[in-house]
């Protein structure tokens, strides 16, 4: 599973691995170079980092999975700023439909994803 928080949403994401840090545990996880960093520093997950959203991070996602070597992405979008980078969220989006790859965008979907993942 991949993890990326946009800035404004990074504490949140943080959160929601903390609950969900048990079942976490039994992924690969993959991380954008900032989100990635702060969830091994800070709930002790390891986390492979990529290089950060912005400097390709997230095209290295979008390359995942089109390679399908990756199951469930976490995104969580900030929904409230105009985003510089944009372009790399639909990017994402369209890879994710495109490949059928789960995607969620906020903590409910993700809970229910990882439910399902953490059930198989
Ligand atoms: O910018 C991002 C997603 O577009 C997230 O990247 P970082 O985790 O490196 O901040």
Redesign the pocket.
């Known amino acids: 599973m991949a993890l990326?928080?946009?800035?404004k949403m990074?504490d949140a994401m943080i959160e929601w691995v903390t609950a969900h840090a048990p079942a976490l545990a039994k992924l690969d996880l993959y991380?954008?170079?900032?989100?990635?960093g702060r969830i091994t520093q800070e709930t002790g997950l390891p986390v492979t980092c990529l290089?950060?959203?912005?400097?390709g991070?997230?095209a290295q996602i979008g390359a995942m999975i089109a390679e399908k070597r990756l199951d469930a992405l976490v995104?969580f979008i900030d929904p409230l700023s105009a985003?510089p980078?944009d372009v790399?969220?639909k990017s994402l989006v369209r890879l994710a439909t495109l490949y059928n790859t789960a995607m969620a965008i906020n903590e409910k979907s993700a809970t229910l994803m990882l439910k399902a993942l953490d059930n198989n």
């Open positions: 990326v928080a946009h800035d990074k991380g954008t170079g900032t989100t990635g290089k950060s959203g912005p400097l991070g997230d995104f985003l980078h790399d969220v």
